[in-house]
């Protein structure tokens, strides 16, 4: 099977725009989680999509959005985008949730 | 609430030494536990997972972790370092209950070097 997917790899971005992150999960799979990795915060979780529904969420404002679509893959929009927001951004996706997750390559995010 | 706390930030072994990375947890429930790698500019790749089966775990690339309940500990090990197991690794729990599905939570991560 083919692993998790996300696109683009790579994104420059400014302060003040916004920016939407895709995500395809594992053939099968129907639970895709997000996290934002930076030196200083480490791993966190910012939400989870299951049937297209957001079942949990993380600290992030509301800045930090998602969606998932009916074939699963899923999307991630950051809006008003700070310097802050600079980090690799991580999808993951499992069966139905909660249990093991299989992690893509990430979206490595700058914003200048 | 559910935690990791992976004690130490840095480990330096030289190849074909043994490996210890150390990892504790707190878990008010019975917990599924992994460990997770990454190397330079990619992903996280799983090493293994305790699910309540065995204590001792064996995973990828001969790594092997034992749950200890009496010390609340997951360390991983590995007999003879390899100078490709260079990398961050992470000791992670899977956060239960009814409103916390998909949420893993993460140590810090240890930096593994390998020296030759």
């Known amino acids: 099977k083919a692993g998790v997917t996300q696109t683009p790899r790579y994104l420059i971005k400014t302060r003040g725009q916004q920016v939407t992150l895709s995500c395809s999960p594992i053939?099968?799979?129907?639970?895709v989680s997000w996290y934002q990795q930076t030196p200083g915060q480490g791993l966190q979780f910012l939400f989870e999509?299951?049937?297209?529904?957001?079942?949990n969420k993380g600290n992030f404002p509301g800045r930090f959005s998602g969606r998932q679509f009916s074939n699963s893959r899923s999307e991630m929009n950051v809006s008003t985008l700070e310097l802050g927001d600079s980090a690799l951004y991580l999808c993951?996706?499992?069966?139905?949730?909660?249990?093991?997750?299989?992690f893509g390559p990430g979206t490595r995010l700058l914003v200048l | 609430a559910q935690s990791v706390t992976q004690l130490d930030s840095h480990v330096s072994v030289s190849e074909g030494t043994p490996v210890l990375l150390r990892c504790n947890y707190s878990s008010s429930y019975s917990p599924s536990l992994f460990w997770y790698v990454q190397h330079p500019n990619k992903g996280l790749q799983l090493l293994l997972k305790?699910?309540?089966?065995?204590?001792l775990v064996k995973g990828i690339n001969g790594f092997e972790a034992e749950f200890k309940k009496s010390e609340t500990s997951f360390h991983l090990t590995k007999p003879s370092a390899h100078m490709s197991d260079a990398a961050e690794y992470f000791c992670?729990?899977?956060?239960?209950?009814?409103?916390?599905?998909?949420?893993?939570?993460f140590g810090q991560g240890t930096t593994l070097q390998v020296k030759p």
């Open positions: 993951a996706s499992s069966q139905v949730g909660g249990e093991t997750q299989y």
């Open positions: 053939s099968g799979h129907r639970s």
């Open positions: 305790y699910t309540s089966a065995a204590t």
């Open positions: 999509y299951f049937s297209e529904t957001q079942r």
């Open positions: 992670v729990v899977s956060d239960v209950g009814s409103s916390n599905t998909g949420k893993l939570i």
